[in-house]
Structure formats: C-alpha cells, structure tokens
C-alpha cells in the first residue's frame, strides 16, 4: 500500500503491469525493479496522484511514437524511494483527421 491506497484500486484493473529487470544505472534509479503501471490517462492518472502527495521524477513525456501510436510515460517514488512509472498508449491518428 502507498500513500493510504492501492494501485488496482485507483485504476482497476490495470490495463498491463511490466516489470524490467535489467541491469542498474547508477544515474538512473536506486536498486531494485521498475514496475510499470498501464493506464488509460496517463495525464489524469499524473495529476490524481500528485494531488495525493505522491513524488514524480518527472513529467508524463512521450518516449516513442510508431505507427500512429505515442507512448507516453512518468516516473514516481514509493514510499520506500522506489522508482516506479505509469505507462499509456495515445493513438494520434485521430488528432490529424
């Protein structure tokens, strides 16, 4: 539980969860796992959750774009100093017709 909730109660059910294992960057994150948390908004599943007092690394950025499709990610702290991220994918197909 973090910050008094449950992920899978403010987006249930998730649309996907990924975990990356990977080797450490020291630049990057403290150790342990990433875990990604697939929403829908990821806009509005950002500004839920600094309204709750979570701390974000960063702002929702766009880290690719194939095919008509953006995806879209952030990262944020667990209480631990964790470093998780929330995940979306955005078609932009719609948006130029």
Known sequence: MAYGLQ???LYSPCEQQNL???RRRRDFAPPGSVLYFGVEHIQEAY???LGKGVEFRDK???IAEMH???TWMV???DPDLNL???ISEESTVSRKQ
């Open 60 to 62: 929702p950025h766009v």
């Open 47 to 49: 500004q839920e959750l």
């Open 75 to 77: 990262f944020f702290y």
């Open 20 to 22: 990356s294992l990977a």
């Open 7 to 9: 992920i899978e109660q």
């Open 68 to 70: 008509g499709i953006q």
């Open 84 to 86: 998780h991220a929330l």
